[in-house]
């Protein structure tokens, strides 16, 4: 599957085939619903291609296997769901703090503590601030098709190695068990050379140790400085998103992730009832595109979240609003997708309220 | 004149000694320095390091080294030697990382085999944290956390790591070894010489837990404390070893 041919496809495996794609040389992973596709398909995959597979003992273990194999410079994943992604924040904190380009896809499912298998996006704030401890940011990704799971899984690889920082893939329960026509192609990024930094023998050269204890606050202060700068170049050139039909909206209709789907397809209706409607997606979540939001928020524009928890990227639609205009959340916390006659309903009685005078 | 005694090429040549006089971590570091040197590996050699005194591990070795979270060095070693097969890959722990809070990391090492080698340093407390009870600390022992000694209703028993790992269908090699006398320092870099072999022939995972001491949380002497090693240390951790398929 390394060609333009359309393929139908369920998300977990296009995500899984797309890290073959993108020469992720190891996987290590744990079973759960709904990601547990992407584990198994691999497991057969690695083997026949003679790459690196572990079954871990544990959420823990596979992350920090995922550490081992990275701090030698070659690609490799992890995937889970939500409550197990919590035991990776530990480790996704240090990763960030050695610099070191892990890639985790996160199928999110139902919280908080066990929840359930419904699909869900109450993982907004674990990916975009972090679980794990002290001062670091990860990229965070949110496909919203099957195609994207494979385009945003290259994207992953790619960033997490161009800048030495971990890599999430927030994708959710819909998307990793939905089908869709989709096309591989081929991995279109650059490889990154590694040799500078990665554990490969102190071969001809001084030994290298990659490790987040400095055991010097300067030299501390400094580290965590450098890591902030090196995100604001981030934030400078891979900040992305879409937007559809925004130059005349009134109201801006904002999803991450697979409910993107159904704010496109509401704006639709929107506008067949005279509605002046517009969509506004993240691509990626971290960096945020604070920068375009206040600018269409400036523009007289309003801002409607619709998302699958309680509000969490809410909080960062009204932040980046910073007050000059209206924002409003659709929410339900998990399970049935909100659906475009929910959206749209609640968008007519948003309207009414705020622009009763003139309608 | 002859040369009978020089630092290990695979010692930093600006190395700061840092631990505790009379820690044994010196002894430990150097005899690996030397058996890294005599296999001639130091340059694809690579070091999953661990949380606790054992950390220092990156000031003394010329190996690349990376860091692990607390109890975690076995996962980051398999990682390591699951994308660079070719290399040889150690973890350097303590008895809290390997046998607490690494134990599931530890055990599932050695239960799928993992081409690597682990050295535990079994000082029956957690040093850097200042002598707490720990999974090795021997019954009756005082440490911070126990201080009337570690008695069966509060605290069980201590852990014996290296009867444990010799158990697993993928160990190698399994022993106990102790750095109180010249014999046994002996001893111990031959067992430590074995664990990177097993490893280089492919046969399976390599294990050294060498007892050593703590005089800073013993409130010892080293002499005093290397004595505790060999009267007491070893009726509750008997050296030997438990598993050598390099006889076989």
């Not at chain 1, 475009?340 to 309608?359: G, L």
């Not at chain 2, 010329?62 to 660079?84: C, F, L, Q, Y």
């Amino acid at each position: 599957m390394n060609s333009s041919e359309k393929v139908l496809i369920k998300g977990n495996y296009a995500i899984a085939q797309a890290a073959v794609n993108a020469g992720c040389q190891c996987y290590f992973g744990y079973p759960i619903t709904p990601q547990t596709e992407i584990g198994e398909y691999l497991s057969g995959k690695m083997q026949e291609l003679k790459r690196g597979y572990v079954c871990a003992e544990s959420e823990l273990a596979a992350i920090n296997m995922v550490i081992g194999a990275v701090s030698t410079g070659v690609k490799a994943m992890t995937s889970s769901s939500s409550c197990a992604v919590s035991l990776m924040q530990e480790a996704l904190s240090y990763a960030a703090s050695d610099e070191l380009p892990v890639v985790l896809v996160n199928v999110m499912r139902a919280g908080p503590g066990l929840g359930y298998i419904y699909p869900a996006q109450g993982d907004y704030n674990q990916a975009v601030y972090g679980g794990g401890n002290g001062d670091y940011k990860i990229i965070v990704l949110a496909p919203s098709t099957v195609q994207e799971c494979i385009d945003y899984t290259y994207r992953a690889f790619y960033l997490a190695h161009k800048y030495r920082n971990p890599v999430i893939l927030l994708a959710d329960g819909l998307l990793g068990q939905m089908m869709e026509p989709a096309s591989f192609g081929e991995y279109p990024y650059p490889e990154i050379d590694n040799s500078s930094w990665a554990l490969t023998g102190a071969k001809n050269r001084a030994s290298r140790a990659i490790y987040s204890c400095a055991r010097d606050e300067k030299k501390q202060i400094e580290h965590i400085k450098n890591l902030f700068k090196k995100f604001d170049l981030i934030s400078q050139n891979e900040t992305s998103w879409e937007e559809f039909k925004t130059e005349d909206a009134d109201i801006i209709l904002t999803a991450f992730g697979s409910m993107t789907r159904n704010i496109k397809a509401a704006m639709n209706v929107l506008r067949e009832k005279g509605i002046k409607a517009g969509c506004f997606r993240p691509i990626t979540l971290s960096p945020f595109p604070n920068n375009r939001i206040e600018e269409l928020a400036k523009e007289g524009k309003d801002f409607i979240v619709v998302e699958m928890n309680m509000g969490q990227m809410f909080k960062d639609v009204k932040y980046a609003i910073n007050g000059a205009a209206k924002a409003e959340l659709i929410n339900r916390p998990c399970g049935e997708w909100l659906s475009v006659e929910d959206i749209v309903s609640s968008v007519e009685k948003f309207m009414e309220k705020n622009y009763a005078a003139s309608i | 004149m002859q040369q009978v005694f020089s630092i290990p090429k695979s010692f930093k040549e600006d190395f700061k000694y840092t631990f505790c006089p009379g820690c044994d971590h010196g002894i430990a570091i150097r005899l690996l320095a030397e058996v890294l040197d005599e296999l001639g590996i130091q340059d694809k050699t690579i070091c999953a390091a661990s949380i606790g005194c054992s950390v220092f591990i990156y000031d003394f070795l010329n190996v690349d080294s990376i860091e692990s979270p607390h109890g975690r060095a076995m996962a980051e070693a398999t990682g390591v030697k699951r994308a660079r097969p070719d290399k040889v890959v150690f973890t350097y722990q303590g008895d809290g990382d390997f046998a607490s809070i690494g134990l599931a990391e530890s055990m599932h090492a050695a239960f799928r085999g993992e081409r690597i080698t682990a050295f535990m340093l079994n000082n029956t407390t957690y040093g850097m944290t200042g002598g707490q009870h720990g999974p090795t600390t021997m019954m009756g022992q005082i440490t911070t956390t126990s201080p009337t000694g570690r008695n069966r209703e509060y605290y069980g028993y201590p852990a014996r790591m290296a009867e444990q790992i010799a158990l697993a269908d993928g160990c190698a090699f399994s022993a106990r070894v102790a750095l109180d006398s010249i014999p046994h320092i002996n001893d111990a870099k031959k067992a430590i010489k074995k664990a990177f072999q097993v490893q280089l022939d492919g046969t399976g995972l390599g294990f050294v837990e060498i007892l050593s001491t703590c005089p800073t949380n013993w409130h010892m002497t080293p002499e005093q404390a290397h004595a505790r090693v060999r009267d007491d240390m070893t009726k509750t951790f008997p050296l030997g070893i438990f598993k050598d398929t390099t006889e076989e």
